[in-house]
C-alpha cells in the first residue's frame, strides 16, 4: 500500500481560496479515483468531492462551483481548489483512493481504501 499525504491548508478569511494538494507515494493516482472528504466538529464525515479513473467529477451541492478537483499524473497529485469559502467550510480535508469508483459511488466513503491523515481548514474573520 501507499500513503497519502494532504497539504495545503490553513487560516482563511470568508470569501478566500485555499488550493489543497494530495500526494501519493507507493502507488499512482493514474486510473484511480481520488475524493475530497471533510469533518468538522459540527458534522460527521461528509463527501466534498472526487473524480473516478476516468477523470469525471461528482460534487456535493455545497461545493459545485466553488470548488474543483484536478489531477496531475506527472507529479501523482491531485487537487482540490477551494474558493468563496464561508465558515461552514472549516474542517479537517482527506484525500482518499477508490480504484473501483464509477461515478455514482464517489460520495460513498466505504468505497474507498486508503485514506490520508487530514489538512485544517479554517475560515474564519
Known amino acids: 500500500q501507499g500513503q497519502l499525504v494532504e497539504s495545503g491548508g490553513g487560516f482563511v478569511q470568508p470569501g478566500g481560496s485555499l488550493r489543497l494538494s494530495c500526494t501519493a507515494s507507493?502507488?499512482?493516482?493514474?486510473?484511480?479515483?481520488v475524493g475530497w472528504f471533510r469533518r468538522s466538529p459540527a458534522k460527521e464525515r461528509e463527501f466534498v468531492g472526487g473524480?473516478?479513473?476516468?477523470?469525471?467529477?461528482n460534487y456535493a451541492s455545497s461545493a459545485k462551483g466553488r470548488f474543483t478537483i484536478a489531477r496531475d499524473n506527472a507529479r501523482n497529485t491531485v487537487s482540490l481548489q477551494l474558493t468563496s469559502l464561508t465558515p461552514e467550510d472549516t474542517g479537517v480535508y482527506y484525500c482518499?483512493?477508490?480504484?473501483?469508483?464509477?461515478?455514482?459511488?464517489?460520495?460513498?466513503?466505504?468505497?474507498?481504501?486508503?485514506w490520508g491523515l487530514g489538512t485544517q481548514v479554517t475560515v474564519s474573520s
Open positions: 473524480m473516478n479513473g476516468s477523470g469525471s467529477t
Open positions: 507507493g502507488r499512482t493516482f493514474r486510473n484511480t479515483g
Open positions: 482518499a483512493t477508490c480504484p473501483r469508483c464509477i461515478w455514482s459511488s464517489l460520495p460513498q466513503a466505504r468505497n474507498y481504501d486508503e
